[in-house]
């Protein structure tokens, strides 16, 4: 998984400048089973998986690429998921499915035909909560393979582990604004992964009534959009949010037209109509479509790279597949959000702090601000340009100095942090806790597991090292911090609160939520140790509160 977290990062970077499949076995006779091979029923049919063990001992079954959609190809390119159709005989789950295209230039991997799903649950499992991850890789890359991320610490707690995969890049969230092509088809698949969960899963042990969604980066952010899905509600219990949410600004397309277009015009598509675009695209073959809308990337990018992720989930048009229609943060403050379920919400030490050369990319990209400097200013901010130039000054007089902004790697860092991660989840955080309960947390622990850190704090996806197992050597305290950490995840997972009592391996604490008439966020510091603190961040949120509450228009998409 080190390198995909890798890719994540590194993907994820370009937001501020980011197998084989399963089939039927023949009919012909009853297949040999190895010992290490079982089989589930459910209602679509038979599926062939194997048995495990993790190191700590857990016995385990895994079903590994399961269909939960038909293949989203020809007419279903750019469209809302379809059921898959059961089949005969006896599906194999013994290996995990493609991947969902993605890469760029000559590394392009996977295929469309990608949407299946994943169970892992200790043998003999009988409604044990359900721990379902989205992953991270800034809605252009990941997957949910076992070799990106491994399950064998939650199994050793007793819970049943499950993943999916969701369409990437323009595959996943062309939008052409308006109702041909209204986007966000990866969310769409997550919403149907997610039914088939409900539906199935207590077939492998699960409680369908005790089913938390989590994901990290854009898969926290798919966690936070979920949440205020209409066609979500009822599907999960609780989510955890990491590191990434709908009020950051990268998590939002603002150009999803612009990028659909140059596409088009990148390769030679005379199209001036969304519908004469999309009959083209669709019939483009699937590597070149891929590395075309790559390549698309910067040329959107190098307008404004702090508006948010070309590639991303956006606020569609009313219509039949639409799902998410409005402003974010208003509507998570007001309270309009579907699935009001207990939340766990945080983020790393320093997310663009060091994470495998993410701060020399955003430095160098940054220097565009050099002569752009109103882009400083979040784009949610405001409409009005002379506005916008006053906050933005402000901006670059708090974060840094006079010289040019190359010359400047720890203030770019500071900002990066500020702007596009930070505050955004301190907002969500505070928007919410009025209607669920709310537990916050920074993780800062700096193990050995994760390499060398020549920076101060965790960057952006090390807690993954500590949730899913990974090669390479944990030291003595690394494994002190899995347990703490795994630990607080199943706890949530199965009583919807992370310390339902003190216990020696939590350090006997009690996290408590956010009481909003306190007037401050309680949040756990995630470390060796673990342990209460109040305002994580408090003089960069306080600071851009006051510039919103002076330069803003008060009605905001991202924070």
Not at 136 to 159: C, H, M, R
Request: proline share 6%.
């Amino acid at each position: 998984m080190l390198g995909h977290v890798v890719t994540v990062v590194i993907v994820a970077a370009v937001l501020p400048i980011l197998g084989t499949i399963g089939k039927t076995i023949p009919e012909d006779g009853e297949p040999y089973l190895p010992p290490h091979e079982v089989i589930a029923h459910i209602a679509d049919g038979d599926i062939l998986g194997t048995n495990g063990v993790t190191d700590r001992g857990t016995d385990y079954v895994a079903f590994r690429g399961i269909p939960y959609a038909q293949p989203p190809v020809g007419e279903l390119r750019f469209a809302a998921p379809v059921r898959n159709s059961p089949w005969s005989g006896l599906w194999d789950g013994t290996k995990d499915a493609s991947v969902c295209i993605q890469g760029s230039g000559e590394n392009i991997r996977g295929s469309e035909d990608c949407l299946y799903v994943s169970v892992y649950a200790p043998k003999h499992a009988k409604d044990l909560a359900v721990l379902v991850w989205i992953y991270g890789g800034a809605f252009t890359g990941g997957d949910s393979s076992y070799e990106s991320y491994a399950p064998d610490f939650f199994l050793d707690d007793n819970v049943v582990y499950v993943s999916f995969n969701y369409r990437l890049g323009i595959f996943g969230f062309m939008s052409t604004e308006d109702n041909v092509v209204s986007g966000n088809w990866g969310l769409k698949d997550q919403i149907l992964a997610l039914t088939w969960i409900r539906e199935n899963i207590a077939r492998f042990g699960g409680d369908p009534h005790r089913v938390t969604i989590f994901g990290e980066s854009a898969g926290g952010a798919s966690v936070s959009y979920l949440l205020q899905i209409p066609q979500a509600q009822g599907l999960f219990d609780a989510a955890i949010v990491q590191s990434g949410n709908s009020e950051n600004l990268w998590a939002l397309s603002t150009r999803s037209r612009q990028a659909a277009f140059q596409v088009g015009y990148n390769l030679g598509i005379p199209a001036l109509l969304s519908r004469t675009l999309v009959e083209r695209l669709r019939t483009t073959d699937a590597e070149v479509l891929q590395r075309t809308a790559t390549s698309v990337l910067s040329q959107v990018y190098i307008l404004n790279p702090l508006r948010g992720l070309p590639w991303a989930p956006t606020i569609e048009s009313e219509g039949p597949d639409a799902v998410f229609t409005h402003k974010s943060d208003d509507h998570l403050q007001k309270g309009l959000f579907p699935s009001k379920v207990p939340v766990m919400i945080g983020y790393t030490s320093n997310e663009a702090g060091h994470a495998h050369g993410l701060p020399e990319n955003l430095r160098n990209y940054l220097l565009f601000f050099d002569v752009a400097g109103n882009n400083l200013a979040p784009y949610s901010l405001t409409s009005r340009g002379t506005t916008r130039g006053r906050a933005a000054a402000e901006i670059r007089d708090h974060f840094f100095e006079p010289e040019g902004l190359s010359s400047q790697f720890n203030e770019v860092v500071k900002f990066i942090n500020a702007d596009q991660f930070t505050r955004g989840t301190r907002r969500m955080a505070e928007n919410i806790a009025p209607f669920v309960p709310v537990y916050f947390y920074v993780f800062g622990y700096m193990g050995q597991i994760t390499g060398e850190n020549p920076y101060d704090g965790a960057g952006h996806a090390e807690e993954l090292f500590y949730l899913f197992k990974q090669p390479g050597e944990y030291s003595r305290e690394d494994l002190v911090v899995k347990d703490k950490l795994v630990r607080l995840w199943t706890n949530f997972a199965k009583f919807a609160n992370p310390t339902p009592k003190k216990e020696a391996l939590l350090d006997n604490v009690i996290w408590p939520t956010i009481d909003p008439s306190s007037g401050d966020l309680p949040y756990v510091w995630l470390n060796y140790t673990i342990s209460n603190d109040l305002n994580p961040d408090q003089e960069e949120f306080t600071f851009y509160k006051d510039i919103f509450e002076r330069y803003g228009d008060g009605s905001y998409t991202t924070y």
